[in-house]
Structure formats: C-alpha cells, structure tokens
C-alpha cells in the first residue's frame, strides 16, 4: 500500500512539475534569439525612420549638388581641367549649408556613363569617419535635357548621426549598404546566411544576428548586427539555476510523498493489527488518532465504535444477568411462598395443641403478623415483576412512611445512626396513591437500611414527604460518606455494589418498583456531603399516564 500511495503522488503531482519544467527549460533556448531580434526590430525601425526625415535634407542638398555649373561642365567635358579647378568650381555650392565638410568622393558621368570626372574631397575635423554608400542624382541642362549623373559619397552621420541609440546588446552596431552590396566592412565577418532580412553568423567563434531592411529612397539597405552571447548567457544561467531548483523540487517531492505515504499508511497498518485484535474478542484496546485528518478521523471513529460495541456488550451481558437474576427471583418466590404457608398452618396448629394459648399468643400472633407481611411483599414482588399493580389498591404514603421507620428504629440505634423525625410538607395534594403498601414499604426500608450503611456512627437518617396536585414525594436522606461520580453514574446498575457484604440488587429492585407504579426514582450526591434518594409517584388521576425514569446521575428537583 506504501508503494501505491508512493506512486499515486509521484504520477500525480511530481511527474507533471517534472514535464512542466523539462517543456519551460527547452523553450529558454529560443527566448534569447527572440529578445534580440525584437530589439533589433525597434532599432530598424528607428533609425529608418530618422534616415527618412533626413533624407529629404540630404536629397535636395544633393540635386543642389546635380544642377552646379560645375557638375554640368564636368558631365559635358567643357570648363574643367582637373579634379582641383572642379573643386574650385563647387566651393561656392558646399562651402556653407548641410554638406560642408561632410562630401567625400564627387564622380560625374555622362548619359552613356562614362566617367567624366572622379575627386576625392577631405572631410572635415570632428565628422565621423564613417561613410555612406554613394548616392546619385541625374543631371540636367537648363533646359530639363539629362545629359549625365553624379555619385556623391557622404559621411554616414548626415543620415545616422552619433546620437542615436542602437537597441539590442552590448556590441550592436547599425549599417548601411547600397541594395545590391553587403554591409560594409564594419566588422571582419564572413557573410551572413540571410533568409527574410534575418541572417545568423559566427564572429571569433561566438553567434551573431544580423537583420536588414531595404529602403526604395534613399536606396540604401539598413543592416543592425549584435551578439546573441548577451542575451543567452543570462538565460543560460537561469536554465541551470532552474535545473537545479527542478532537481531539488524532485527530491523534496519524492522525500514528502515518501514521509507522506508512511503517516498515511502507518496508522492504517496500526488500525488493520487493532481491528484483528477486536475481530479477536479484545474489545478492550483502542488505536492512537494520528495521520492525516482524515486517517486521525478514521482512527477516533474506530475507538467510538469499540467503546460503543464495549457498551453494547456490557449491557447485553447486565440484561442477561438481569434475567437470570429475575428468574432466579421468580423461582425463590415460589419456593419461599410454600414454606411460608407451612410454617403459618404449623403455627395454627402448634396454638391449637397447647395447654394455655394464651402464654405464647402473643409471639405466635407476632410471628404470624410477619409471615403475613412476608407474604405480602413476594406476592407484591411478583406481581411489579409481571408489570401488574393496577388493582393494587391505595396507599397512605405517611402511614408507610411511619411503619418502615419504626421496623428499623432498633436497628439504628443498634448502630449508633440517628434516625431522624418524618418531615411532611402538604402542598394540596393527598397522601393516598395508588400502588401495593408491602411492596413501597420494603422499598423505604432497602433506602433506609441503604442509608445507614452509608454512615459512621454518629451520622443522621431522615425522611422526607410532600405531596401535591401530581403525587406525592418521598426523599430519604443521610449525613453518610456520599458517592463519588463514577459510583454515582452505576447506581442502580443490577449487581453493582460498594458494600463487600452488599448484592447490588436492592437498588435496581427498588427502582424497577417506583417505576412499575407510575413513578421514578432519582438520586443526588457528592462524596463527603452524603446522599438523597427521591421516588415520585403519581396521584391517582395521573398513575395511568405517567410512568418514565431518569438517569441516576442527575436530579433537577
């Protein structure tokens, strides 16, 4: 499983990183190239566009040039001897205006292109050495009649003066040609391939680009060539920072996918172990929520599930003691009822058979008041076990009260436990409820007796009783230990007990009463502050619609 969690992140997020980067890389080769030409463009169109405005200056200083005296002599063979009278003949036209100092080389031909005459002038201080290609105007007589032409070769800052900027990188130069010429020689280079305007050639072992545009008038071509080193070398650089990145990217990736699929698959393994060892029967062991968010969820959704499967368990197994205790119950009821009725008819009998009944009348008639009253309660308990005390009949709920505490009344002073005064507390309602007297009177006795085992000596018991429009209130209390919260949430839990000689039964019996009459039983503690016991049970008028319980841990009242 590691392996596929493994896989599954490295196809799905590293591998495409991967791809994207290999495609970004292998495009840089080309950027380079492309910056450099889109800055030559920009300088082309510059310097184009300045050599147009100039030209229009240049061009009519040049026809100036084509319609001199001198130049029409010159073209027609008359009037000049030599190249220094010709000089002498044009000072006049360049000595002041645009072309002053800037004329190199004047050669004038004739209509069939004979050269007439050839002079080189010198430039002057301060212009830039370099030179254009030579330009040409016709040349006409006054009359409009051509007989001939000029080549006038000027120096190039007439149509690229010094102050403009050539884009590109540093070492781009800008050039011009005659149309049908290559550059000139500005740099000792062999000729560009060229395909479009666009040529690549190497220089000294390094790549150069070379880009030209041709122009109808002048016409000249415009060449800008620069080194691509500049351009690339930066790219480069970046190409191997970023492989470099990339690689680490990788390794990275591959280290937190591999940590990754070990938190993922770690936690599962441990859930896999657990859940075979609840499979097992071992309900008892949980999982460590950890992993991801959602492993972390899996894992405390397991350990609710085992604690509610424990629970589940648990009560399975107190409902199957439950029965097995209330058919134990049922049994011994019987058996104990049959005896009883044997020791009352042996009583009768043993009364019958004596010389003076009267010595033993009293303890007889006791001893069959008690076999009446025992008799009463397994037949009480028997029929709250059936769920039948609808014909019960009423009873006095102080008068029970009264009769319980005076059956235990030896036994707490026995004990050194004060039982206190019944406190009766009328709020307009009766005493009389419905319900079986023998069974609600051994329910007050369990909770006293219940009581003063929760005491040391010197402690106090007490009961109280309210009635009211609903029914009516019984609170049995005591200055006993009190129970901690975890006691006091398995109270009443059938065969839970604190007491080492206790069975845990009373409790749960006395509850299961209240609750077959209508009613419900509460308890409130803390431990050190003792402990109430509270039973409601319904008047008559409600005893047929009420009948709930709440839990032992809580009392609102």
């Not at 000139?184 to 880009?211: K, Y």
Request: proline share 5%.
């Amino acid at each position: 499983m590691r392996l596929r969690v493994l896989l599954t992140v490295l196809l799905g997020g590293i591998a495409p990183l991967a791809l994207w980067g290999w495609w970004t890389l292998a495009t840089m080769r080309d950027t380079g190239e492309e910056l450099l030409r889109s800055r030559m463009e920009v300088s082309l169109d510059e310097a184009t566009r300045e050599i147009g405005l100039r030209w229009i200056t240049v061009r009519s200083a040049l026809t100036d040039v084509a319609e001199s005296p001198a130049v029409r002599s010159a073209v027609a063979g008359a009037g000049i001897a030599d190249g220094a009278d010709f000089r002498s003949a044009l000072e006049p036209t360049l000595a002041s205006g645009l072309l002053r100092g800037k004329v190199h080389r004047i050669v004038a031909f004739d209509r069939t292109g004979a050269r007439r005459l050839d002079v080189r002038l010198p430039l002057a201080p301060g212009v830039s050495p370099g030179l254009l290609p030579p330009l040409r105007r016709p040349v006409h007589e006054a009359d409009g009649r051509l007989v001939g032409g000029v080549e006038v070769t000027l120096a190039s800052e007439l149509l690229l003066p010094s102050r403009l900027r050539v884009g590109g990188s540093r070492g781009t130069v800008l050039a011009v040609a005659g149309v049908d010429e290559t550059a000139p020689s500005l740099l000792p280079r062999p000729p560009a391939t060229e395909s479009e305007g666009v040529g690549r050639f190497l220089l000294g072992g390094e790549a150069w680009i070379s880009m030209r545009r041709e122009l109808r008038d002048p016409e000249l071509a415009v060449i800008v060539e620069g080194p691509l080193a500049p351009f690339e070398e930066p790219l480069h650089q970046a190409r191997r920072q970023a492989l470099l990145g990339l690689a680490l990217a990788l390794g990275v990736g591959a280290v937190v996918a591999l940590l990754l699929a070990r938190a993922i698959v770690s936690p599962l393994r441990e859930l896999a172990v657990t859940v075979d060892r609840v499979a097992g029967g071992a309900f008892d062991v949980e999982v460590r929520p950890r992993g991801p968010g959602e492993v972390a969820r899996v894992g405390r959704a397991f350990n609710q599930m085992t604690r509610g499967l424990r629970r589940t368990l648990d009560r399975l197994a107190r409902q199957e003691r439950l029965a097995a205790v209330g058919r134990f119950a049922a049994s011994l009821a019987h058996e104990i009822r049959n005896p009883l009725t044997a020791v009352r008819l042996d009583l009768e009998r043993a009364v019958e058979a004596m010389d003076d009944p009267r010595r033993a009348s009293v303890l007889v008639q006791r001893a069959l008041h008690e076999i009446d009253r025992l008799d009463r309660t397994v037949g009480g308990t028997l029929r709250v076990a059936r769920g039948d005390v609808s014909a019960a009949g009423f009873v006095d709920l102080e008068a029970l009260i009264t009769s319980a505490t005076e059956r235990v009344r030896s036994r707490f002073a026995a004990r050194g436990v004060r039982l206190e005064d019944i406190e009766v507390r009328n709020d307009g309602g009766s005493r009389r409820v419905p319900g079986d007297a023998a069974v609600l009177e051994r329910v007050v006795l369990n909770l006293l007796e219940n009581a003063a085992d929760a005491c040391e000596a010197g402690g106090r018991v007490g009961v109280r009783l309210r009635t009211t429009a609903e029914g009516g209130v019984v609170e049995v209390w005591d200055s006993g230990r009190g129970m901690r919260p975890e006691e006091l949430a398995r109270a009443g839990e059938i065969l839970y007990t604190t007491r080492p000689d206790g069975t845990g039964v009373g409790l749960h019996w006395a509850r299961r009463v209240v609750e077959a009459h209508g009613g419900r039983l509460r308890l409130r503690s803390e431990e050190g502050s003792g402990t109430v016991v509270r039973f409601e049970l319904p008047s008559p008028r409600l005893g047929s619609s009420r009948n709930g319980t709440e839990p032992a841990a809580r009392d609102d009242a």
